[in-house]
């Protein structure tokens, strides 16, 4: 944690407090995680193995990067990339929704974010729904008055669904909801186009998950027919110009280094060690021009909900500092 100066504190979890921190040797801003509790907590260690397991697979332009992972005092700390946009920002920034455009540059890159992970997509159209008009789709007070809303919009329980709310502990004694009166998207949102309530209703909000369209089926869908030529180009373009910046950069940096290294009769283990590689290159901030382009890039819950892993995953080679 030496080498890192901290700037300030910019959110926390359940698990842990994210801080905006900077290398000191290089500039370079990034957002710290630091888990509230030590290793010695089971639930938190499991929970920090399988994030961190989970983080190192994924690298994607879409996706924030995990960058280092290490120890102070018993308590794992995960280095991000920084991100200093998220859709948060834009919803603060809009209270009754974004234009539609601007929705769509959101839920594209989440897309293509989601398409690499292989995860499910019912969430997207959540998001969706709030970026056009500010308000959250189904905004329970509790999880029961939650799934009300849902039934009362998407119908139904399937059986699978029925059978794990009956066998759960947690809604012991509680009935499933029935609510007076059926309203779907199409009527609580007249204003949305047939294009994009094919989106959510048969795309990503079907009750039924095998009958939701996968990330890569809703990147083809029609909602973004007049959308995806001109933007994936551009955000391309707007990628590689920010790249080649990062990289000019990064060799400054270690240009500095070797200069330091030889006046000082070598480079020492510690400053070398802080120059970041080629894959811990930070994902280029979008300029102004498409301020929407970047916020989907959210720091990654650590929550995650996975098998149980090998012993291979463990996180004991992990340098430790006192």
């Known amino acids: 944690m030496e080498k890192y100066e901290r700037i300030c504190k910019i959110g926390e979890g359940a698990y842990g407090v994210v801080f ?3 290398l000191k040797d290089s500039g370079q801003v990034v957002a710290i995680k630091k888990f509230v509790e030590t290793e010695d907590d089971p639930n938190i260690r499991r929970i920090a193995m399988r994030e961190v397991r989970m983080l190192r697979q994924l690298k994607h332009g879409n996706l924030v990067n995990l960058l280092e992972v290490f120890r102070r005092k018993r308590k794992l700390h995960l280095v991000f990339e920084y991100c200093d946009h998220t859709v948060l920002n834009e919803l603060e920034a809009h209270p009754r929704g974004l234009d539609e455009t601007s929705a769509k540059r959101i839920i594209w890159q989440t897309l293509q974010g989601v398409n690499y992970c292989h995860h499910q997509n019912v969430i997207l159209g959540c998001v969706f729904c709030e970026l056009l008009t500010g308000q959250p789709l189904w905004p329970g007070r509790s999880d029961v008055d939650q799934l009300h809303l849902i039934i009362q919009t998407q119908g139904d329980l399937i059986p699978y669904h029925v059978k794990i709310f009956q066998e759960s502990t947690y809604f012991k004694d509680t009935s499933i909801p029935c609510p007076d009166k059926r309203e779907p998207i199409s009527a609580l949102y007249p204003q949305f ?15 039924d998950p095998i009958a939701r369209q996968t990330a890569e089926e809703l990147l083809d869908h029609p909602v ?22 990062v990289h000019k950069s990064k060799a400054k940096v270690q240009q500095a280094s070797r200069s330091k290294g030889h006046l000082g009769g070598g480079a020492t283990a510690s400053s070398a ?19 929407t382009n970047n916020i989907i890039q959210q720091q990654i819950d650590t929550e995650r909900r996975g098998h149980q892993h090998q012993k291979s995953d463990s996180v004991d080679h992990l340098p430790s500092l006192t």
């Open 20 to 22: 905006k921190c900077r």
């Open 224 to 245: 973004f027919d007049d959308f995806r030529d001109w933007f994936q180009p551009e955000l391309e373009m707007l990628l590689a110009r920010e790249a080649k910046k």
């Open 273 to 291: 060690a802080t120059i970041p590689n080629e894959s811990s290159a930070l994902v280029p901030q979008l300029p102004a021009l498409a301020a």
């Open 193 to 207: 186009s047939q294009q994009i309530l094919s989106f959510l209703e048969q795309g990503c909000l079907a009750m």
